[in-house]
C-alpha cells in the first residue's frame, strides 16, 4: 500500500495558485485582474493589543445591565485618557472615565473593553501575478506562471530580485567572486560563515542554497534577508535536474518567499521565476501517493540526502528500531538499490 507524503515542488514552468488569508477579518486591498508583485500588501487587519478590561459596574455602583445602560460610548469609539465612558445619575452622579489613549473594544455585561494598542497585520503576494479571486474582509488568490523550485526551509521574508547562481564564491585565481548589491545569491552547500559576511558586505536580497551547516542556522535566522534551503540541514546530494534549471535562469528576475509559516496553509517556503510559454503543468498537491517512477529524495537512514526515483512499492520490513513499515525500493543516481520506510521520502515534484 502506498502512503502519503511530502511533496517539493520543482517545474520548468507551471501554473502557480497560491491563497494569501489573513488570520481574522480585515480588509482586502486589491481587485480581481489587479497585477501584483511580490512585495505588495494585499490585505490588512488592526489587532487590539494592550487590552484593559474596566468593572463599570463597580465603578457605578449598580448592576452589570444598569451599567449597560449607563454607557456614553459605543464599541469602535476613539478614547482619550480621561473621557467618560458611563455616567449615573442619582442622588450623587456617578462616572468611568477612560484610564488611557485607546479604543473601546466592547461594552457589555458591565465590562469596557479598552484597547490601548493596535497592531497591524497584513499579507504580501509572495509572487508576482494576478488576482484570480477575492476572499471578502479576508484575503485573494493569486495566479502566476513560471518556474518553481520548493524547499524544505525558510527563515522569513520575503524579496524580489535578479538570481546570481555561482558553483563556489572564489575564482579560479582564488579570489573572492565579486556580487552585486541586491542580488539572490544561489549556491550549492552553505557550510562556512563566511556567506553571512559576504551577505552584510554586497548588501545581498536573499540567499537560495541546497544544503545548510546545522551550526549556521541561527546565523541563517538572523541573517535580516529571506534564505531558502532546499534540501535541508547537513550535506546531501545537490539535484542536478534543480541545479540546471537554476542555471538556466542566471540574471532572471525571481521572487524569493522565506516564510516559515507557509506550513499552515499546506504550502512551502519557494522561489519563483516568472516566465510564460507553452500550457504549463499542473501543480502537484502539498502531498501525495508514493508511486512507481516518481522523483524522491531520502531522508533519513544511511542514504540520506540522496535521490533517486521509486522503483518498487514493498510490503512492511521489520527494521533495525524493532518496528516494521511499509517500505520503498528506491534505484539512486549511482544504480545501486536501496529500500526505504516510505515515511522516510519526500517526492519531489516535476
Known amino acids: 500500500m502506498a502512503k502519503m507524503v511530502d511533496v517539493l515542488q520543482i517545474s520548468n514552468h507551471v501554473l502557480i495558485q497560491r491563497t494569501r488569508r489573513l488570520p481574522l477579518a480585515g480588509r482586502v486591498l486589491v481587485a480581481v485582474g489587479d497585477a501584483v508583485q511580490a512585495g505588495d500588501v494585499l490585505a490588512e487587519a488592526i489587532l487590539p493589543a494592550g487590552v484593559i478590561t474596566l468593572a463599570v459596574d463597580r465603578g457605578l455602583g449598580v448592576s452589570a445591565e444598569e451599567a449597560d445602560e449607563c454607557a456614553l460610548r459605543k464599541p469602535g469609539d476613539a478614547l482619550r485618557e480621561g ?14 472615565r477612560a484610564p488611557a489613549d485607546g479604543r473601546l473594544i466592547d461594552f457589555s455585561h458591565g465590562k469596557a473593553v479598552i484597547a490601548t494598542q493596535e497592531l497591524k497585520v497584513t499579507v504580501q503576494a509572495g509572487m508576482p501575478g494576478v488576482v484570480e479571486d477575492i476572499y471578502p474582509e479576508f484575503g485573494v488568490k493569486i495566479r502566476a506562471e513560471g518556474s518553481l523550485v520548493q524547499g524544505e526551509w525558510g527563515n522569513g521574508g520575503i524579496c524580489e530580485s535578479p538570481l546570481r547562481v555561482l558553483d563556489t564564491l572564489e575564482t579560479e585565481d582564488g579570489e573572492e567572486t565579486e556580487l552585486a548589491s541586491g542580488e539572490i545569491l544561489v549556491i550549492p552547500v552553505v557550510d562556512s560563515a563566511e556567506v553571512f559576511t559576504l551577505i ?25 534577508i529571506p534564505i531558502l534551503v532546499i534540501s535541508g540541514f547537513g550535506a546531501g546530494e545537490v539535484d542536478p535536474w534543480v541545479w540546471e534549471l537554476l ?18 496553509f499546506g504550502e512551502r517556503p519557494e522561489l519563483v521565476i516568472p516566465g510564460e510559454g507553452e500550457k504549463p503543468e499542473s501543480a502537484m498537491a502539498p502531498q501525495a501517493c508514493l508511486a512507481v517512477g516518481q522523483r524522491v529524495r531520502i531522508l533519513t537512514g544511511a542514504a540520506m540526502g540522496q535521490i533517486g526515483r521509486v522503483r518498487a512499492l514493498e510490503e512492511p520490513l521489520m527494521f533495525e528500531s524493532g518496528f516494521a513499515f511499509p517500505t520503498t525500493t528506491v534505484e539512486l543516481a549511482s544504480g545501486a538499490q536501496v529500500q526505504v520506510p516510505q515515511q522516510d521520502l519526500v517526492i519531489l515534484g516535476v
Open 83 to 96: 473621557d467618560l465612558l458611563a455616567q449615573c445619575e442619582g442622588t450623587l452622579t456617578r462616572v468611568v
Open 200 to 224: 552584510r558586505k554586497y548588501e545581498l536580497a536573499g540567499l537560495v542554497t541546497f544544503w545548510l551547516s546545522p551550526a549556521l542556522k541561527q546565523s541563517a535566522q538572523d541573517a535580516g
Open 247 to 264: 542555471q538556466g535562469c542566471q540574471d532572471k528576475l525571481a521572487s524569493l518567499n522565506a516564510n516559515f509559516t507557509l506550513d499552515r
